[in-house]
């Protein structure tokens, strides 16, 4: 069973920035894709960035904003969030793809002055 721990959500000011965290429980490098998904209130779950051999995509909502990376080294994702806005307050969800789907639990983020 693989787990994934997301860190680094919280309270920020529109503008302002947070870097999220996605520490996984064994090496990043056996997934094909790994992503960041984040569901509102009353909305669906909706894919925010994606890594995938390399690759990397972004929705169109956040791109330019937001900056997927990770560390092979440290079983680690990381989502750099700047210049937030209070539409991107939502929890934040890493995934891995391997054999199935994991999921991380999720972490708050809420933009608000």
């Known amino acids: 069973q693989v787990q994934l721990v997301e860190s680094g959500g919280g309270l920020v000011q529109p503008g302002g920035s947070l870097r999220l965290s996605c520490a996984a429980s064994?090496?990043?490098?056996?997934?094909?894709?790994m992503g960041w998904y984040r569901q509102a209130p009353g909305k669906q779950r909706e894919l925010v960035a994606s890594m995938t051999s390399g690759r990397t995509n972004y929705a169109d909502s956040v791109k330019g904003r937001f900056s997927m990376s990770r560390d092979n080294a440290k079983n680690t994702v990381y989502l750099q969030m700047n210049s937030l806005k209070p539409e991107d307050t939502a929890v934040y969800y890493c995934?891995?793809?391997?054999?199935?789907?994991?999921w991380g639990q999720g972490t708050q983020v809420t933009v608000s002055p």
């Open positions: 064994k090496s990043i490098v056996s997934f094909s894709t």
């Open positions: 995934c891995a793809r391997g054999t199935i789907l994991f």
